[in-house]
Each structure stands twice: as structure tokens, then as C-alpha cells.
């Protein structure tokens, strides 16, 4: 899922690794391995990690189900970060474990106000073809 616009493309070593770390921190956060507190990880859905050219950061877009209180669940994640990385740890074999940035996937968001938007305007069209 393309849905952050970037300026250039990714490599195809950042893009596997990242689905590597992707699909790793769901089953972490599936299973409940990082033990962060005050957080049900098992509600958390990460919809993608973008690695950096060197692979020693990634940024991980989350979004907690239903989208409701995102600030407040990438706020803990944020600060809790080094347990995620910790629990990613034990299940990575790579030369260097990236540094875990956690941001808000406002994707989802986005799409429905496209959709609004098309609604609208479709719904605008048959208002006018009907007093045509």
C-alpha cells in the first residue's frame, strides 16, 4: 500500500526489508511480545514501514482499529519504542536493527473524504440532469 508520496523510489533491498519489519511487528504486536503498558497492541494494524537508503531507520505507519485516539496510541508507541525494538530483536537476523520512528496513517482518512467528495459531486450531476 503507496500511501505516502515520496520523491524518489525506494530500492528493492529497502522495500523487503521493510515488508520484512512490517509483517515481524504484526505478529509482535498480534501476540502481544512487547509487553508495552497501558495498550492493547493486539488492536494496532501496521499498514507500512518505510526504510531509509542506509536501513538504520524506519518509519512505521499504525493506525489503531476503528482510527479512534491514533495520536494517543503513536504517542505511547513512541515513547515505548525500545521495547518494540527490544521484542523486534529477537525475531530479526539482520546486520543492523533500525531505529523505530512511529507516525499516524492518515490514508484511510484521506480515501473516505475522496470518496465523499465523488459522492457529492455525482450526486451534484443527477440534480442537474434532472432540471435539464
Known amino acids: 500500500m503507496n500511501n505516502h508520496s515520496s520523491s524518489r523510489p525506494y530500492s528493492q533491498r529497502q522495500l523487503r526489508v521493510g515488508e520484512l519489519v512490517k509483517q515481524n511487528l504484526g505478529e509482535l504486536f498480534i501476540r502481544n511480545e512487547a509487553k508495552i503498558p497501558s495498550i492493547n497492541s493486539k488492536l494496532i494494524t501496521v499498514t507500512e514501514v518505510r526504510m531509509t537508503p542506509d536501513l538504520k531507520t524506519a518509519r ?3 493506525i489503531p482499529l476503528g482510527g479512534k485516539d491514533i495520536k494517543e496510541t503513536v504517542k505511547i508507541l513512541t515513547e515505548n519504542s ?6 523486534l530483536s529477537k525475531r530479526l537476523d539482520i546486520k543492523f536493527l533500525p531505529k523505530l520512528t512511529f507516525v499516524e496513517d492518515n490514508s484511510f482518512e484521506y480515501a473516505e473524504k475522496i470518496e465523499r467528495i465523488i459522492k457529492k459531486n455525482k450526486d ?8 435539464n
Do not use: G, P, Q, S
Not at 525500545?82 to 521484542?87: C, D, E, F, I, S
Not at 451534484?124 to 432540471?131: I, V, W
Open 60 to 62: 512505521i505507519y499504525v
Open 82 to 87: 525500545h521495547l518494540v525494538r527490544k521484542a
Open 124 to 131: 451534484n450531476d443527477k440534480e442537474k440532469k434532472r432540471y
